[in-house]
């Protein structure tokens, strides 16, 4: 990924980020929202790969409980983000009109809908910085995000969901001609039913429709202005049963038909962070006492700032969602953003970093390495083979903890102030 910005000064951010670490280190860092003066929020620090990043306190809102302050050369000023919650697929728009087979073969979701509003707030950073103040000799500095525009979606047909990527696609576009547009990065973040089929094509589940990877990928690429020189990032956050299928695809879709309809050049969509809910052959869970699906609910409680209704009984993170659902469902979270290789966190490793008793031990060198030429050609299905192997390791622990909660860990949000990846910014 191309990700360095041609009218940067040599040494800027180096600069400014040695200016912002020697700031936080010497004063009270606190954040005053425009309107809400009386209430300003102090935060606090957190260093991690040589950058200081900010750490908000609680809300009562799922916003990011880590953010960075700028902007790096990866990440975009501009955000365009869609959020579907789609839990009842043939349900009936009109009052007393039969349902669809898609009622027939896919069951309601009812915490679907609660994961749209919280997709909405969490894909709305906190905004940082002045466009019209710069330091002096650079230009102005804002932070991942500083423009966003979010269309939520609940339960949508087909032609909702092309007329909101329509719009967004009109809201870019306008928003090229302003002088802080530096690219944009597109967020689809998905609640619902996901399928992959015999012949390993997924599709997400819409309120009338089954849409493939395939008419996804052509759909962003018909609506989604390019930009040049730098591309546009694409984020998913999938929680659907085969979401690792559904990532696999629409990436390799994406990459398939960009190369076919321009073969001289570079792909100008390319995938940023991936968050699946669990892997291609597995299914996501819902429970009757959790408000979010169980993934959704694990990523709020370890990385929102308002914790998910239920987690005081089920406080889980990331890393127990395996042994929670009898080893059935596994997360798998990618990190394309960084534009040299990528990172991968399969969380239920935290088992065998942590083993929960001394006799569930893996040694090191049974522990899967990724195949740096399947990695280029298929990222996400060298991850995926992977997070499968990891899986295998993890299946005695993870029994192990399910059956036996005096072996469990508890969870600590403080965790994300040790962890040396993630969340992913």
């Known amino acids: 990924m191309n990700c360095h910005d041609p009218d940067e000064p040599p040494g800027y951010r180096e600069s400014l980020l040695e200016f912002m670490r020697e700031f936080a280190r010497t004063h009270e860092l606190t954040l005053v ?121 609940d339960n949508p047909t087909v032609s909702q969901l092309v007329a909101a990527i329509e719009r967004l696609g009109a809201w870019l576009k306008a928003k090229q001609q302003e002088p802080e547009f530096k690219g944009y990065q597109f967020n689809f973040c998905f609640s619902g039913h996901g399928t992959i089929s015999s012949s390993d094509k997924a599709s997400v589940v819409l309120a009338d429709a089954e849409v493939s990877s395939v008419e996804l990928s052509a759909l962003l690429l018909h ?47 390319v995938p940023g962070q991936v968050y699946c809910a669990c892997l291609d052959d597995e299914e996501s869970f819902e429970f009757s006492n959790l408000a979010h699906g169980v993934f959704t609910h694990s990523f709020l409680n370890e990385c929102s700032r308002k914790q998910p209704p239920g987690s005081d009984e089920f406080n889980l993170g990331l890393r127990d969602v395996g042994w929670f659902t009898g080893g059935r469902q596994h997360p798998m979270l990618l990190d394309f953003s960084g534009g040299e290789g990528f990172d991968m966190k399969f969380p239920s490793r935290y088992y065998l970093t942590n083993p929960p008793r001394a006799d569930l031990a893996v040694p090191a060198e049974l522990r899967p390495q990724i195949d740096p030429e399947r990695a280029l050609l298929d990222p996400v299905g060298e991850s995926l083979r992977i997070a499968r192997a990891y899986r295998s390791l993890c299946q005695h622990s993870e029994s192990a903890v399910y059956g036996d909660s005096t072996l469990r860990k508890d969870f600590s949000r403080e965790e994300l102030r040790t962890n040396a990846r993630f969340p992913f910014l």
């Open 223 to 269: 609506f989604l202005p390019s930009h040049d020189p730098i591309p546009v990032r694409l984020d998913l956050y999938l929680d659907c049963c085969h979401s690792g299928a559904v990532a696999r695809n629409v990436l390799r879709d994406l990459d398939l038909i960009q190369r076919d309809q321009h073969p001289q050049s570079e792909p100008w969509i």
């Open 33 to 153: 929202i425009k309107g809400d003066e009386n209430h300003p929020i102090r935060l606090e620090t957190l260093e991690r790969d040589g950058e200081t990043l900010l750490v908000f306190p609680d809300s009562d809102r799922h916003e990011r409980r880590v953010q960075r302050w700028l902007s790096n050369h990866c990440d975009r000023v501009y955000w365009a983000t869609l959020t579907i919650a789609c839990g009842s697929p043939g349900k009936a728009t009109n009052p007393g009109a039969p349902a669809t087979n898609l009622a027939k073969r896919f069951g309601s979701l009812p915490s679907a809908r609660n994961d749209v509003d919280a997709f909405y707030q969490y894909y709305q950073p906190m905004r940082l910085g002045e466009p019209i103040v710069a330091m002096p000799g650079m230009r102005s500095v804002l932070s991942p995000g500083y423009y966003a525009q979010t269309i939520p979606l």
